[in-house]
T-cell receptor, first 113, second 114 residues
Framework: NAGVTQTPKFQVLKTGQSMTLQCAQD?????MSWYRQDPGMGLRLIHY???????DQGEVPNGYNVSRSTTEDFPLRLLSAAPSQTSVYFC????????????FGPGTRLTVL | SQQGEEDPQALSIQEGENATMNCSYK?????LQWYRQNSGRGLVHLIL?????REKHSGRLRVTLDTSKKSSSLLITASRAADTASYFC??????????????FGSGTRLQVQP
């Protein structure tokens, strides 16, 4: 099993550009989530999904969109990148969200100029 | 807002010593989890302790939970240089069980000197 994979590993964007961060898991987990990690602030939840076709907002959803058309994939879209979105983004999956251990991807380091 | 806060923010010890990290949280929880993050990598799950449990062991790790004080501690015994990493506690608040999302603290950076 590959676990949770994320692409790209690194990305530099200019303000106003859009892009999609990819996340995929091969563990048949129902629950998937996106976090961002800023220095000294731990991880903050952006969006999450409890199953295919079902998504909801987390703590810091503004400027991001998600969709979940399959169990395996959970892409995160930045609509119009801003310097405040410079961060490291982690995707995670689990069987039942926080009731179980979560499996994290290796992260995408995003810089917005 | 962050539910859990780790203490200390940074800890430096010698190889072979024990390392203790503490986590405090604000509201009643379903469970508390500890994760490790090596520099530049994703988080790795270490241990999960449920609100009705008081202590759990996994190898060199011992986790305690005191729900009356809303606190937890992670003890790493006989530390090794490979234990150098950031350690995060994460909780699922009972009020948020519909979302089932983990809320993370800001972490403790552990440095184990060889």
């Amino acid at each position: 099993n590959a676990g949770v994979t994320q692409t790209p590993k690194f990305q530099v964007l200019k303000t106003g550009q859009s892009m999609t961060l990819q996340c995929a898991q091969d563990m048949n987990h129902e629950y998937m989530s996106w976090y961002r990690q800023d220095p000294g602030m731990g991880l903050r939840l952006i969006h999450y999904s409890v199953g295919a076709g079902i998504t909801d907002q987390g703590e810091v959803p503004n400027g991001y969109n998600v969709s979940r058309s399959t169990t395996e994939d959970f892409p995160l879209r930045l609509l119009s990148a801003a310097p405040s979105q410079t961060s490291v983004y982690f995707c995670a999956s689990s069987y039942r969200g926080g009731y179980n251990e979560q499996f994290f991807g290796p992260g995408t380091r995003l810089t917005v100029l | 807002s962050q539910q859990g806060e780790e203490d200390p923010q940074a800890l430096s010890i010698q190889e072979g010593e024990n390392a203790t990290m503490n986590c405090s949280y604000k509201t009643s929880i379903n469970n508390l989890q500890w994760y490790r993050q090596n520099s530049g990598r994703g988080l790795v799950h270490l241990i999960l302790i449920r609100s009705n449990e008081r202590e759990k062991h996994s190898g060199r790790l011992r986790v305690t939970l005191d729900t009356s004080k809303k606190s937890s501690s992670l003890l790493i015994t006989a530390s090794r240089a490979a234990d150098t990493a950031s350690y995060f506690c994460a909780t699922v608040p009972i009020m948020d069980t519909g979302r089932r999302a983990l809320t993370f603290g800001s972490g403790t950076r552990l440095q184990v000197q060889p």
